[in-house]
Each structure stands twice: as C-alpha cells, then as structure tokens.
C-alpha cells in the first residue's frame, strides 16, 4: 500500500496559523457513511448531531511545556530538545536537535543549570534518553524553563497557550495536543450532557506514535511509536456497558480511536497501558461508531486512520471539498465528524 494514496494538494494559506476567537465557532463538516453525503456546519451545531444515550470519549491528556533550547555544558552550542515521554526515575524519553551533538555522558543545561539533562542513551531517528537533575518539583521547573511544543507549520506566536489545550484536559504529559478536542467549550459540554449524552475521559499522552510523519514507500511497514494511556475503573465499566447496550461510541480525536480500538479486547480494561496501534485501510475497527476529528496532514498515519474508517477514495474527496470550501486545517483548523 503505498504512501503517495494518501496524498492531497493543501494550499498553504489554508493552514490555519491561530485558533478562532471562540472555540465552538470553527467550522463542522459532517461527513454521512450511509448516505455518502456531507454538510456543512458550524461546531456549535455538534450538538444537534448527538442523540439521547450516545457515548462522547474524550481525551483529557494535558501539554506540558515540552519545548526547551538549552545550551551543552562543555562547548556551549545550543541544544532544541522536545520531551516525548516521562519513562519514571527522572528519566525522560526526548528529541533533540542537532542530534549528533548528543552524545552518552553529555549534558544540557537550561536556565542557568536550573535543570540539567544527561544523556544517558541514544536511539534511531534523533531520539535521546535523558536524566533529569533539578530541585523542587519537575513541572514546576518545566513550567519556567519551556514553551509550548507547537507544530511546525504553525509559524505564527500563539498569544495565549491555553488555546493549545482542551477545556477539559486534566493530566500532563502530552507532547502535542489532542487537537479535536479544541473546539470544545464548557458551556457546549454543558448542553451536551444535558441532551443525555454520556461524556467519558481518557487518558493517551501524545507522543512521537501520533505526530511522526511516514518517511517509507510501503506503509505497511511503519512502525508506529509506543505513547502511554490509561482508562480507569469507572469509565472501563461504563464503556463496557455502552458498548452492552449498542450505544453510539464517540471519539473525539484519532488519540482517543486509538486508545480504544489498542485497549478493547471482548471488553475494555482499566489501567495503565502502552500502544503503538496502526491503524490503516483494511482494519475492522472494534468499538468506535463515529469519530470527530480535525483535518490532517498529507501522507500522516492519521489520514490513514480516517481513510480505514469510511474510504479512502471517498476521504480524498471530502478533503477536496474542504479545500473548495475554504475549511481550515491542522491543528487551530476546523473539524470534521465522520458518522
């Protein structure tokens, strides 16, 4: 299966550069499985696409300042490194940039070695593990010391980084944001649970899984990243009786399709759990009915995911669409529900 499949042509003034002034008044494109339609709407409008006893799963990983450029402690060149994962003991998994100035044994310091990292192992592809020695409590630390990770094509400053979070993400460790989830805001949460729509959370803290590009021809053979996740008791018993009863399961965000399609085995199951799930034309998806997502990029393991979910000839002309239409993609883009 080839990766050009699932390519598009995207002007670049269409990548949206900043989020909407309101978060619920992006665009909504409801995208039709059974009738092969689409719509247009506004993403305050999600709530009259949700019925009495659907199921609404959300991702509520929260971004950490995952950004720092800091300098090595010998030579002084400057070192960018974007943390992925916190492997526990002070150990964080890490890119780095330039990487073949990272070697076992060097140290970056940051703010005035107010955190210090040390590598302590190199892996493929730029990756670094890293222990971190500091004072006081690390994300606290972080919180002075880093910025937020925002993706490249956003080239323009995000003036306040709360809008690189959901309104209801609870748990750091994210690298990047469940970005489907942003359009949200409390008062439409409001309204949702008062239609009699179950809203659960879970827990998948993005990672390098979610965001790194596919770089070969074949896709079959990519290998997606590991990224943490949690479900815990209660909602694990919740889901379990939703998908009991045939409710209509929701995902907001590929993170969250992937969390539930990695943990769903004749049952969900709470705890903690790692996945590097790739999901690709061809996989029959387990528990996932619908799923509102935002527009992605070319050739990403995520147009992938989408094209599994409905067709991917039929994706390609939704996007196309978009395109026509002047629909805002990536990240501060607009959003599409595919039902």
């Known amino acids: 299966m080839k990766l050009d499949l699932f390519d598009y042509e995207l002007p670049k ?40 006893n659907d199921v609404l799963v959300m991702n509520n990983t929260k971004v950490i300042p995952a950004r720092l450029i800091g300098e090595k402690t010998d030579t002084h060149a400057v070192i960018e490194v974007l943390l992925l994962k916190d492997l526990g003991n002070n150990h964080w998994e890490a890119l780095t940039k330039p990487a073949k100035k990272v070697k076992v044994g060097t140290k970056i310091s940051f703010g005035n070695d107010k955190l210090i ?27 002075s010391l880093g910025t937020m990770p ?9 003036e306040d980084p709360n809008r690189y979070q959901t309104v209801y993400a609870k748990l750091s460790g994210s690298a990047a944001a469940p970005t489907a989830g942003l359009h949200f805001t409390n008062e439409l949460l409001d309204k949702i649970r008062k239609k009699g729509v179950l809203v659960l959370e879970i827990t998948l803290h993005v990672g390098l899984g979610t965001f790194r590009p596919v770089q070969v021809e074949d896709i079959t053979t990519h290998q997606m990243h590991h990224e943490s ?17 045939k409710k ?47 527009f992605h990029l070319p050739k990403s393991s995520l147009m992938m995911l ?14 196309k669409e978009a395109v ?15 039902k």
């Open 248 to 294: 209509r399961i929701i995902a907001v965000g590929t993170t969250t399709v992937r969390t539930l399609e990695s943990n769903y085995n004749n049952g969900f199951t709470s705890g903690n759990y790692s996945t590097n799930i790739f999901i690709y034309p061809g996989y029959k998806f387990k528990v996932v009915d619908s799923i509102l997502t935002n």
């Open 117 to 143: 990292l040390e590598c302590i192992q190199i892996k493929d592809e730029g990756i670094r593990i890293f222990k971190t020695i500091y004072e006081g409590i690390f994300l606290e630390v972080l919180e």
């Open 150 to 158: 925002l993706p490249p094509y956003i080239t323009e400053k995000l």
């Open 13 to 52: 003034e269409l990548i949206a550069q900043h989020p909407k002034d309101k978060r619920d008044h992006s665009k909504l494109l409801v995208v039709d499985r059974k009738l092969n339609t689409t719509k247009d709407l506004m993403f305050y409008d999600f709530l009259d696409e949700l019925c009495e």
């Open 229 to 245: 996740y949690e479900i815990s008791e209660e909602v694990a018993i919740k889901l379990n009786d939703s998908v009991k009863n």
């Open 306 to 319: 989408i094209s599994a979910f409905y067709n991917r000839e039929r994706i390609l002309e939704v996007y």
């Open 324 to 338: 026509n239409k002047n629909y805002r993609f990536f990240s501060f883009g607009d959003s599409m529900f595919i």
